[in-house]
């Protein structure tokens, strides 16, 4: 089933929470755009993974709690935590 | 009469007949300069081909028209001709088949490059491009008549034939309609595309998907068991399944191989083929290492029970290295098996960065950069003079997809099946040619673009005319 944005939002936003072992709502939406991506893995590929090389539109959401800054990426098939402490998830 | 003019008449009748003689000797000196001047130079040249002169290739003989030109429609005959006229050039055929094609001969022998430039300039012309000489037959040398399928999605396909449409440059394109003049592909060539799978019932493919021979065994592997193999392969789920649930694999397969001429969406580099398809990617369009080496695994072993699969079309990648996957491309290449990969889409040098597998160190792989409508690199693409080998388009390319669709996408997944359906077309025309001969007749036949100089082993775009040339 195709994801919306606002469901790609709030699964990032509750996968950062769980991460950081903190609630949902002391996280903030800095922002969320549109975006291109390099890949199918939204240019956020795990370790051993390989993807289509095919530009990939989805969306660029910015989230930030504890006061540091947390990107994620999505699109309709999928969320992805980019480079959360070096690495990147997909969830 | 007296006898001194009698003299002198009898010594202008002998020089009269000296000249005349000298006259038809000059002539024939002349025809035979001609005949050497139109074969000896052009095989001279093949012996001697090299990536920077590959673009001299193009017939120059005197007499043969130089380039091939499709006016816009609503151009009258006699407007071709006043056109022409003003510019020394002449109408030397009008091909019936091919309506609003014209083959034009300089008669200053000008070029064809430059000719071609100069009449897509042109208000009245819709197309130019070389009239490219393929066989050095002196007998049967002559130009090309371009052939335009009839798929109604034709016209928006620029990688196969770029008119110019929606802000392109025309001619920067893989010269595909001069090239089905020699052959559309065969069903004899098999393909494999190692991908998300392929929707082998969209209306476009159908045709051209490969079936299990009824006289083989279905596939057998120790771990996995018998599998019927009678579409292809699924590597997640070890299955017989490979339909596609993503469309990156459709898109991929439909660019390689659409069926041609058959009055549907679009036509395929190839339009005729057969091709195998494999499923080691997702939904989402990702899949593991173990998996990508399971699937070729499996095209090595049907090359082996005598399946005549050649290619393997590889769209995808990432930056991490594995020796197993390495290694299995290696026993590809042992099996005579060409493996065409993306460069990927970062914006990096490979030379610096390596993405894999375009950047394994195997004979047979060919690593694709891609270029947009107007020959420029796209935007996206990776880059290498050492790692990555050639250029073909890869922006808003059409292409099949799920549930009969069809779909405009970007990227060196695109740009890898036009390298791939090149090959299959190569291979229809010389189906012995090996792996080693079939890499080498697709680099050194390149159509030389600026913007790949020192970006490219070849600095060149793919030309699906040349690389048929004999």
């Known amino acids: 089933m195709a994801i919306s944005k606002d469901i790609a939002v709030e699964n990032a936003r509750n996968d950062l929470a769980s991460r950081l072992k903190i609630n949902a709502s002391d996280v903030t939406e800095k922002s969320v755009e549109d975006a291109d991506f390099p890949d199918m893995a939204l240019g956020a590929a795990e370790d051993d993974e390989m993807s289509g090389q095919m530009i990939t539109r989805g969306w660029r959401i910015n989230l930030e709690a504890q006061g540091q800054a947390f990107e994620y990426r999505a699109d309709k098939n999928q969320v992805r935590a980019y480079k959360f402490k070096g690495k990147n998830y997909r969830i | ?470």
């Open chain 2, 1 to 470: 009469m007296n006898r001194n003019n009698i003299f002198i008449h009898i010594a202008l009748a002998i020089v009269l007949i000296l000249v005349a003689a000298f006259a038809g000797q000059l002539s024939r000196w002349r025809k035979q300069w001609k005949s050497q001047m139109r074969i000896v130079p052009v095989e001279e040249k093949k012996k001697a081909m090299t990536v920077e002169d590959i673009s001299l290739s193009e017939t120059q003989s005197f007499g043969a028209p130089e380039i091939l030109v499709k006016f816009k429609n609503g151009i009258s005959q006699d407007a071709i001709d006043r056109l022409t006229a003003q510019r020394h050039d002449r109408v030397e055929d009008r091909f019936e088949n091919a309506e609003g094609w014209d083959a034009i001969d300089d008669l200053d022998n000008a070029d064809a490059a430059t000719l071609v430039k100069e009449y897509q300039q042109l208000p009245e012309v819709e197309y130019a491009e070389p009239n490219y000489e393929i066989n050095l037959d002196e007998a049967t040398a002559g130009p090309l008549v371009p052939i335009l399928p009839h798929d109604p999605q034709f016209n928006d396909q620029w990688a196969l034939a770029n008119s110019g449409q929606r802000g392109g440059t025309k001619g920067a394109d893989i010269s595909a309609t001069t090239a089905w003049a020699k052959t559309t592909g065969s069903d004899e060539v098999v393909v494999a595309v190692l991908d998300t799978g392929v929707d082998y019932n969209h209306e476009d493919l159908t045709e051209n998907m490969w079936r299990r021979p009824e006289k083989m065994e279905p596939y057998y592997d120790k771990e996995l068991g018998t599998i019927d193999d009678e579409f292809g392969f699924n590597a997640i789920d070890t299955t017989a399944d490979p339909m596609d649930d993503n469309g990156h694999g459709t898109h991929c397969a439909g660019i390689i191989g659409a069926e041609g001429e058959n009055d549907l969406g679009i036509a395929g580099v190839n339009w005729k083929v057969q091709i195998m398809p494999l499923k080691f990617m997702n939904a989402s369009g990702s899949g593991s290492t173990k998996d990508a080496i399971e699937a070729i695994n499996y095209v090595i072993e049907r090359k082996k029970a005598g399946v005549n699969v050649r290619i393997i079309s590889a769209s995808w990648g990432s930056t991490q290295k594995s020796r197993a996957l390495g290694d299995v491309i290696r026993k590809a290449y042992e099996n005579d098996i060409l493996f065409v990969a993306a460069a990927g889409n970062s914006t990096v040098d490979n030379d610096r960065t390596p993405h894999y597998p375009s950047s394994y160190d195997s004979p047979n792989v060919i690593s694709v950069a891609a270029l947009d409508r107007n020959d420029a690199l796209a935007s996206f693409s990776n880059w290498g003079v050492k790692s990555v080998a050639i250029a073909a388009p890869g922006v808003d390319i059409l292409s099949t997809w799920l549930d009969n669709q069809y779909e405009e996408k970007s990227g060196t997944s695109m740009a890898t099946p036009v390298v791939s359906g090149v090959a299959a077309l190569v291979l229809a025309e010389h189906p012995h040619m090996t792996v080693d001969e079939l890499k080498k007749k697709l680099l050194t036949s390149v159509d030389p673009v600026a913007a790949l100089k020192g970006k490219t082993v070849t600095a060149g775009r793919i030309n699906a005319t040349k690389a048929l040339a004999d």
